[in-house]
């Protein structure tokens, strides 16, 4: 089935450690997203990649890093930078503008970090 | 960049007709107006888009204004599995970032 997969569902990890949630699509996307998400609160943008091997900042970077080697993959890394990491991750991804015509963004089912 | 506007939350009677709205007075020509829907502890998913026309789907109806400086995500007869938080974004050659507001909580009362 084509889908955007994150995992684990569920992540534990001690303070100061860094930690790397995995995001995986094969949709054939050339963007790609990574959200935070806090108890009652909106989707907050930490990054997104356009195409592989480019990737740029959204509103919460501070803390986060990606990388983005395979179009298929974009794993997010929770750094020991990151003061408040506990919260639900979510990745996405969609046809980039200028590829064809506007089309919906595919989620997973979020990654639940956390941090003790 | 172009931003939505939406209230934070909204009650509905199951069966009845839901009328969600969305505020966005900077959307450019390009932009489109997209809705996600997202029920507790899942991720988002895609509920409708449009651009200028009034739109249909098995899910939902989006009303789009004349000027598209807003738009009404329109659930025909709301069950109580459509009680979730409903976000609506533009889409275009200025937003691929695709950035979401807080959305509105619509509950649904039995």
New interface residues.
């Given amino acids: 089935d084509g889908g955007i997969t994150q995992s684990p569902k569920y992540l534990f990890r001690k303070e100061g450690q860094n930690v790397t949630l995995s995001c995986e699509q094969n949709l054939n996307h050339d963007?790609m997203?990574w959200?935070r998400q806090d108890p009652g609160?909106?989707?907050?943008?930490i990054y997104?990649s356009?195409i592989v091997n480019d990737f740029?900042k959204?509103?919460i970077a501070e803390g986060y890093s990606v990388s983005r080697e395979k179009k298929e993959s974009f794993p997010l890394t929770v750094t020991s930078a990151q003061k408040n990491p506990t919260a639900f991750y979510?990745c996405?991804s969609?046809i980039?503008?200028?590829q064809g015509r506007?089309?919906?963004?595919?989620?997973?089912?979020?990654t639940r970090l956390t941090v003790v | 960049d172009a931003k939505t506007t939406q209230p934070n939350s909204m009650e509905s009677n199951e069966e009845e007709p839901v009328h969600l709205p969305c505020n966005h007075s900077t959307i450019s020509g390009t932009d489109y107006i997209h809705w996600y829907r997202q029920l507790p502890s899942q991720g988002p998913e895609y509920v409708i888009h449009g651009l200028t026309s009034n739109v249909n789907n098995r899910m939902a109806s989006l009303a789009i204004a004349e000027d598209r400086k807003s738009s009404t995500l329109i659930l025909h007869r709301a069950t109580l599995r459509d009680a979730a938080v409903y976000y609506c974004i533009l889409r275009g050659y200025n937003n691929n970032d695709m950035r979401f507001g807080a959305g509105t909580r619509l509950t649904v009362k039995p």
């Fill in positions: 963007a997203y959200y609160q909106g989707l907050r943008l997104y356009q740029q959204g509103d979510l996405a969609s980039a503008w200028g506007n089309t919906e963004a595919f989620f997973g089912q979020g």
